[in-house]
């Protein structure tokens, strides 16, 4: 059987500001527009984690899906949801939680514990900040 | 590290589904209801994905520019057209929705590299949705 790729939805809600300090008042409006103000906004994220891998010839399953669960829930669901991102998950403290440094940090708290068995390998984390904005995180390219 | 970021926006058209090359009957049979002499129309959305590096602002791509272009090259040329009557790309060529993503694609791709300059991001996909459940992807040009 050849490599295949199984995807998985979960949802939270958080806040946050686009701002970096390293940049004014005027630079910050300019590039996150809205999102910069400092009070902060939320939106309710989607994210979708994609694992790659054989399908086991016994159990017709890539990897166990109740697992993947647990670590969605335990890695991600309980540091970001109905959390500020800025002041309370790390590393938004320090980088701006842009739907693209939001993969890339999803990717980093789940990547290495995907897969016990060494069938599977994540693939990719899509973000979905609304129904019209995505950002995809393979890992390094 | 390199990050994939897709936007999507819709805009209303009309279109009918018929070529100067087929007969009447040939039309009928390749493009069934599509081929209504009156015409007929879609909500389409218009998905882009851009491919590139994630810069210190967090960002692979200025959103605002990206919505600027899509505005400039798509939305405002097609909103509320009937693309056979009103667009040139489709007067010889019959606007179903891969060649729709072809001209979105090809429009975009032709100021591309003028507003992000050579070291930007890529325009790595182009997807056209006419209907939820009909979906064209342009994403390998070779």
């Known amino acids: 059987m050849s490599s295949m790729i199984i995807s998985k939805k979960i949802e939270f809600s958080a806040s946050h500001v686009c701002r970096s300090p390293q940049l004014s008042d005027a630079e910050n ?3 996150y527009g809205a999102a910069a103000n400092p009070l902060g906004h939320g939106h309710n994220y989607v994210v979708e984690v994609s694992v790659e891998g054989r399908p086991d010839p ?16 335990d890695k991600i669901l309980s540091v970001y949801d109905h959390r500020h991102l800025n002041l309370e998950v790390a590393p938004f403290d320090r980088i701006v939680p842009t739907v693209e440094n939001m993969a890339i940090d999803i990717w980093n708290r789940i990547g290495s514990s995907i897969d016990r068995t060494g069938r599977a390998r994540l693939y990719s984390v899509r973000v979905h900040e609304t129904s019209d904005l995505c950002a995809e995180y393979r890992g390094e390219e | 590290m390199i990050v994939r ?14 070529s100067a090359a087929l007969s009447d009957a040939e039309n009928r049979a390749t493009y069934g209801k599509c081929d209504n002499p009156q015409g007929h129309g879609h909500d389409y ?19 605002g520019t990206l919505d600027r272009l899509a505005e400039e090259q798509i939305l405002a040329p097609f909103r509320y057209r009937n693309l056979n009557a009103e667009l040139e790309a489709f ?10 993503s072809a001209e979105v694609d090809r429009r975009l791709r032709s100021v591309w ?10 325009l790595e996909k182009v997807r056209i949705l006419e209907t939820e459940r009909n979906i064209c992807e342009i994403s390998d040009r070779t």
């Open chain 1, 29 to 31: 409006q300019r590039i």
């Open chain 1, 58 to 73: 016994v159990t017709g399953m890539i990897l166990d899906l109740k697992r993947l669960k647990e670590l969605l829930e």
């Open chain 2, 5 to 18: 970021l897709s936007r999507r926006y819709s805009f209303p058209a009309s279109h009918r589904l018929h």
């Open chain 2, 45 to 63: 959305e218009v998905e882009l994905t851009v491919r590139g590096v994630v810069d210190a602002t967090g960002r692979v791509v200025d959103l």
């Open chain 2, 91 to 100: 007067r010889a060529v019959v606007p179903t929705t891969e060649n729709l």
């Open chain 2, 113 to 122: 590299a003028g507003v992000f300059g050579p070291a930007g991001p890529e």
